[in-house]
C-alpha cells in the first residue's frame, strides 16, 4: 500500500540558506502534519492542513512557512536557516479533519543537516 | 514541561524479559497512541486507545488506558531483540486535531 512520501530523504545547507521539504500524503487523505524531531527528543508538532487551508499551528518559527496544494501534497518552506533547525522533519497524513484521535501514518522523515 | 510523561526514559533488559513503560498526565485525553520509532524512520502507529480502562494486546504487547483517560501503559511479555526501538506516547485533546508526544522511553532487548 502506498505510504506518506517525504523528499528529500537527507538535506545540508549553510546557515541563513533556504530549504524546501515536500510531502505527498497516502491518496486519498486530506490532512497533512508536519513534524520537527531534533536529536533525542520527541517529535514537536509544527502546523498542519485540511483541504489546502491552514487548521492547526504548534511550535512553527515565523521563518518556516508551509502550505498544501491543490493535489494535497504539502511543502515546508524553511528560510535563513539557523544551525538549530538540524533535526528530522516528518509529514503525516490523515483523511478527514478531526482525525487524530485514530492516529497518524508518517512519512520516512527528511534529515536536515545545517553547517 | 512535558504534557506526556514517560517512564523510564531508558531500558535495557534480557531477551525473554517482562517490562511496562508509563505514559502519565494531569490532562484528560480524547485518545492515546503509541508509536514505536526506529532511528532515521518515522513513527508506527502500534495502537490506539479512546475509552478509559480499554485494553488492547497486539500479539506480546498489552496496552491499557487509564479510567480517567490520563494515562496509559504499555506491557512487552517475553521481549525479543526485535523489540528495540523508541517508544513514544502520544495524546490527543478535546477531540481536535492537536496531538502531542511524549518523551519516549528507548527499549534495548539484548539477545
Known sequence: AAGVIQSPRHLIKEKRETATLKCYPIPRHDTVYWYQQGPGQDPQFLISFYEKMQSDKGSIPDRFSAQQFSDYHSELNMSSLELGDSALYFCASSLGHGTALYGYTFGSGTRLTVV | ?111
Open chain 2, 1 to 111: 514541561t512535558q504534557l506526556l510523561e514517560q517512564s523510564p526514559q531508558f531500558l535495557s533488559i534480557q531477551e525473554g524479559e517482562n517490562l511496562t513503560v508509563y505514559c502519565n498526565s494531569s490532562s484528560v485525553f480524547s485518545s492515546l497512541q503509541w508509536y514505536r520509532q526506529e532511528p532515521g524512520e518515522g513513527p508506527v502507529l502500534l495502537v490506539t486507545v479512546v475509552t478509559g480502562g480499554e485494553v488492547k494486546k497486539l500479539k506480546r504487547l498489552t496496552f491499557q488506558f487509564g479510567d480517567a483517560r490520563k494515562d496509559s501503559s504499555l506491557h512487552i511479555t517475553a521481549a525479543q531483540p526485535g523489540d528495540t526501538g523508541l517508544y513514544l506516547c502520544a495524546g490527543v485533546r478535546n477531540n481536535n486535531n492537536d496531538m502531542r508526544f511524549g518523551a519516549g522511553t528507548r527499549l534495548t532487548v539484548k539477545p
